[in-house]
């Protein structure tokens, strides 16, 4: 269960890149050291994409034609993968560029998944708790390796 508390799975589609253009998905990060794990597919084989995780901010200076600073990108690929620990929680852009492959509209499987160990706490057992723990273990092994041996030498 606490697996399950720490994956997420933020979108598992195929979207469509419009031509010359790019395509916008809002990633929202809840926990400070949340991994984005994004895996880009673009069809057919020899369409290219770049994939971009922008900060908010850096998403409106690149829809305005400014200079941006990426978390990471991946360059024009046909398949590619970002994976970026970002250090604030706060609100993500992956942005999917096609206009290298201008001319039609470019079909994109994106699988997004969040990976956060925020909350996690060890829990250790008192003392007490885990000396009977540690007794009837022994105590156990030493049976089976008696009940073996009386087995192998009868």
Known sequence: MLFLALFAVLLDH???VPAG???AI???VLHAGTTVDCAISAQPESARVDALLLTRADAIRFDQGRSIHPLTHTGFQNESRIRHAV???GDYILMIDNRIEGRHP?????KIDLWSTNGVQPVTLAPKKRMVIVLSSLLFFA???LYSAKKLIS
């Open 143 to 145: 049976g089976v390796v």
């Open 21 to 23: 253009k790019w395509l």
């Open 14 to 16: 195929t979207v469509s």
């Open 26 to 28: 809002d990633i929202k």
């Open 106 to 110: 470019t079909p994109v499987a994106v």
């Open 87 to 89: 250090e604030e929680p």
